[in-house]
C-alpha cells in the first residue's frame, strides 16, 4: 500500500483556476480534467454568462474526493467537485455541468453580499 501524500495540482481549464487532489491511482488526472473541460464547453456554449460569472465568483475548483458531488464553500470561495463524479463515463458531461452551475449560483449568492444570517435556505436551494 503506498502512503505517500497526495499531491494537489494546480490547473486552468476555461479560464477557472482548478485544485486536483487525486487520491485514486486507478483515475487519470488528466481524464478529470477533460470531463471538466467538457462540462464547461457546455455552459460556456448554452449559459456564457454563468461561466464568466463563475470565472469572477469562485476562487478555484477543487477535484476532489467528497461525500456529495458538488458543494460551495463559502468562507473560502471554492466550488468542490467530487473526484469520481468527474471520472465517470456511463453518464454525460451535462449533469457535472449542472452541477457545477448549482454551485456557482451558491458563490454568486455569496458574492452578492448576502449574509448567512439573512438568506432563506430553501429559497436559494430553488433558486439555484
Known sequence: MDNSPIVPTMHVVRGVPVL?????????????????????ALIEQ?????????????????VVRFPCRGAYIPGQRICVTE??????RDITAAP???????????????????????RDRAREERLC
Open 20 to 40: 486536483v487532489e487525486n487520491s485514486r491511482p486507478d483515475i487519470e488526472t488528466s481524464a478529470v480534467l477533460q470531463r471538466l473541460d467538457e462540462a464547461l
Open 46 to 62: 448554452y449559459q456564457p454568462w454563468r461561466l464568466r460569472h463563475l470565472q469572477r465568483d469562485v476562487r478555484h475548483i477543487h
Open 96 to 118: 457535472v455541468a449542472s452541477s457545477i452551475i448549482h454551485e456557482g449560483m451558491h458563490a454568486r449568492v455569496d458574492r452578492m453580499g448576502v449574509r448567512a444570517e439573512g
Open 83 to 88: 473526484l469520481t463524479f468527474l471520472a465517470r
